[in-house]
């Protein structure tokens, strides 16, 4: 696959997320996926960390995503700017209106087509923040 298509990826495994359609976003990913959630803690396996990435999408009604790309050899960054309004529990905290507003930085690594990687970079602490104070 060239770059493009690398990149098209990307916005397809976030389109069916947001979709709520786990077996094509799992169709993306390689047997072999891991994911780094800051730093280098890796967790081996599709399954978890889709339901892990569902379960943050729905604690906020009517997200929206802009996602900006960049491509290089086998690897593929994405620049997500992500707001919604708390409408469940997340990160302990319960829902109390709070709109988020982030911004994180994924790279994902691309082998024969699909992702064999992903590693996740974000303020976690400034999420908390905007959370707890609600409205």
């Given at each position: 696959?060239?770059?493009?298509?690398?990149?098209?990826?990307?916005?397809?495994?976030?389109?069916?997320l947001k979709r709520k359609?786990?077996?094509?976003?799992?169709?993306?990913?390689?047997?072999?996926?891991?994911?780094?959630?800051?730093?280098?803690?890796?967790?081996?396996?599709?399954?978890?960390?889709?339901?892990s990435e569902q379960k943050?999408?729905?604690?906020?009604?009517?997200?929206?995503?802009?996602?900006?790309?960049?491509?290089?050899?086998?690897?593929?960054?994405?620049?997500?700017?992500?707001?919604?309004?708390?409408?469940?529990?997340?990160?302990?905290?319960?829902?109390?209106?709070?709109?988020?507003?982030?911004?994180?930085?994924?790279?994902?690594?691309?082998?024969?087509?699909?992702?064999?990687?992903?590693?996740?970079?974000?303020?976690?602490?400034?999420?908390?923040?905007?959370?707890?104070?609600?409205?």
């Amino acid at each position: 696959m060239g770059l493009e298509e690398n990149k098209k990826l990307v916005v397809r495994f976030y389109d069916a997320l947001k979709r709520k359609d786990s077996d094509a976003a799992a169709s993306l990913c390689d047997e072999g996926f891991v994911f780094y959630n800051q730093v280098d803690t890796p967790r081996n396996g599709i399954q978890g960390f889709l339901a892990s990435e569902q379960k943050n999408l729905d604690a906020f009604e009517g997200y929206s995503m802009d996602i900006e790309t960049i491509a290089e050899g086998d690897n593929v960054v994405a620049y997500i700017v992500f707001e919604g309004d708390q409408s469940r529990e997340i990160f302990g905290i319960p829902p109390k209106g709070a709109h988020l507003r982030m911004s994180m930085c994924n790279l994902f690594r691309v082998k024969n087509g699909k992702f064999i990687e992903k590693r996740a970079h974000f303020d976690r602490l400034d999420h908390m923040e905007q959370l707890n104070k609600g409205s």
